[in-house]
């Protein structure tokens, strides 16, 4: 089964993959950039939101307020799964080799991902992130690795709700590096600097 979903596949002949998932108004070549910054020598795997608001590219529906509505997140973390199986099979990667690296409306589908299918990621690089579902952390995460990199006065991104999240996250066993900035909603080069190093 051919791949419908539009989408970026650079191989790098890699055991590694990086899952690459845009913010609001993006597409698929807009993080390819920052993937190569942060894992130059993964293949990377970049797929297009499938949720439209007022034209933006999103991965799942938001209401006018603001509040992520949640039968929307759960299918874009189904839809995402089985992207990566067709993908897997098409370009032949190692789906157990998998981490994912997100900016906003992507970095919390990321960690919607890991809520709730967390045998499809080993670790998630999230910017400018909140928690995307309202459930708590209710899975098994002692192998996983999550950074989380979110700006100081981030309108998206709350300190308070960002805080008790991560303390779910560790509390489920993950391995969780909280980084700020004082900056609001973007992404930090000494964070990505930080990421890279750590990854290398």
Known sequence: MSIERPHVWIDKNSTETLLLLHGTGADENDLIQLGEMIAPDSNLLSPRGTVSENGMNRFFERTPQGEFVQSSVLDAVSQLADFVELAAEEYGFE????????????????????????????????????KPLEKSVEVDLKDKTVYVANGDVDPYAPVAITDGFVAELKAAGARVELMTHPGGHQISSAHIQQIHSDLT
């Open 95 to 130: 789906k157990n080799n998998l981490s994912a690296c997100g900016f906003s409306n992507g970095a919390n589908t990321a960690l919607a991902v890991l809520m709730t299918r967390p045998e499809v990621l080993k670790t998630v690089i999230a910017f400018g992130a909140t």
